[in-house]
């Protein structure tokens, strides 16, 4: 009788402990996107008012050029924090150092399914919005889509900035830019880190964070309450 008893209580309590368990994870999640916010201020007030390029400080070319660490698939492997743009307002850097606000505690496995989180994979759970391929003409934080050097933008070229997404979780991307579902591409299921939706935590462009439902249905401007693309 007792052992039935405690077994109810633990069928009771423990999905409520796993859902408090989560809300700390997405609470250390935003905790994280706000810092990088705070970096990336710091940034635009040392450079003009510019971003940080889609090229890395040694020439690599991705969206990850922001924030990280090395990471175990190339070319990430020799990718430090040294050679991201605002690793110096994050840490002390170096080609050892780990970045742990480029790490989201719900990062669990990255797209490629090698068993291995995204931060593991790539160095960082987050990414910037920078467009710098020649298919998907959306307007980011590049200068064009179609510049070989990818040069960033500045943030008066922004024109809504509380709705412009600047920085956010892969996931966000496969819904933004290529209006992706789990039904049509299932390994997005393993990017939605957060309570199995499509809500990540996500940085706009006039500096404030929130957790934001993204909608597949949306185009990358008409989304009630944010844009990845700066001209909406």
Known sequence: MVI???????GLLLPALAKAKEKARVIQCLSNIRQVGLASSLYLADHNDRYPPAKTKNGTLTQLSWVGNTGRRSPYSTLSAQERWLSDYLVKASREVKVEVARCPSDRKSYLGTGN???EDFGSSYLANLNFTFINQIQTLTLSATDPDAKSIGLSEVV???????FTSWGAYWIGWHHWEVSTTPELADLMWHW?????????SDGHSAMIKFDPKSSDTNAPNYSFDRRY
């Open 4 to 10: 039935a008893v405690i077994a109810i209580l633990a």
């Open 117 to 119: 989180s995204g931060y």
């Open 160 to 166: 809504s900035p509380s709705r412009f997404v600047v």
């Open 196 to 204: 199995k939706s499509y809500r990540w935590n996500t940085l706009f």
